[in-house]
C-alpha cells in the first residue's frame, strides 16, 4: 500500500487547453460579426425605406386632403384645365372661384383665387398630379418617385413610380 499523497500534475489542473480556448474564441467571434452585420444591415434598410415611407405617406395625405376638398366643394361649375388644375365657382357667392394647382413642385389650394396670394401648400415632393373627368366623378391621380438610394446603380429599382387613383363625386351642397 502506498500511503503517500499523490501530486497532481500540471496536466490534470483543471483549466482550458489552447485548442479548446481557440474554438470558444472562434465561436464567440463569429457570433458577434453575426450581431454586427444584422444591425449594419437593419440601420442601412430603414436608411431607404424611410424617404420611400415618407413619400408614400405625403402622397396620401395629398390624396385624402384633395378628396375631401373636391368631395365637400359645394360648386355650381367645375372647370378642369390642363389637367393639373381644377376650379370650383362657389355655390353660396358665384363670383367667388376656390383653385387646386399642381405648379410642377407643390399641390397649392386658392381658398378665393381673387386672392391668389392666399393660398395653402397641400403636398411637396409629387412626381405629378392629374385630374380628369369620369362619369360625373373627378378621378384624381398622384404619382410619386421612389428615392434613390446609395448602392444602386442605374436599375429599374431607381426608375420606380408609386401611384395613387381615386375618383370623388362631388357633393353640390
Known amino acids: 500500500m502506498n500511503i503517500s499523497p499523490k501530486l497532481k500534475s500540471l496536466h490534470s489542473i483543471a483549466a482550458y487547453t489552447f485548442t479548446e480556448l481557440l474554438v470558444a ?41 384633395l378628396s375631401d376638398l373636391i368631395r365637400n366643394a359645394e ?14 365657382e ?12 399642381f405648379t410642377g413642385s407643390y399641390i397649392a389650394y386658392y381658398p378665393d383665387v381673387s386672392n391668389s396670394g392666399d393660398f395653402r401648400i397641400l403636398a411637396r415632393g409629387i412626381e405629378t398630379l392629374s385630374f380628369s373627368l369620369v362619369d360625373q366623378m373627378i378621378e384624381i391621380k398622384i404619382i410619386f418617385k421612389y428615392r434613390k438610394y446609395k448602392g444602386y446603380g ?20
Open 75 to 88: 360648386y355650381h361649375t367645375i372647370v378642369i384645365t390642363g389637367n393639373t388644375r381644377i376650379d370650383f
Open 90 to 101: 362657389s355655390l353660396e357667392d358665384p363670383g367667388k372661384t376656390k383653385r387646386i394647382d
Open 25 to 65: 474564441s472562434t465561436i464567440a467571434l463569429t457570433v458577434a460579426l453575426a450581431v454586427v452585420y444584422i444591425i449594419v444591415f437593419v440601420s442601412k434598410a430603414n436608411a431607404i425605406l424611410i424617404p420611400q415611407m415618407s413619400g408614400q405617406q405625403a402622397s396620401s395625405r395629398a390624396m385624402q386632403v
Open 154 to 173: 442605374k436599375t429599374e429599382a431607381e426608375k420606380l413610380n408609386g401611384t395613387f387613383i381615386t375618383r370623388v363625386f362631388p357633393r353640390n351642397a
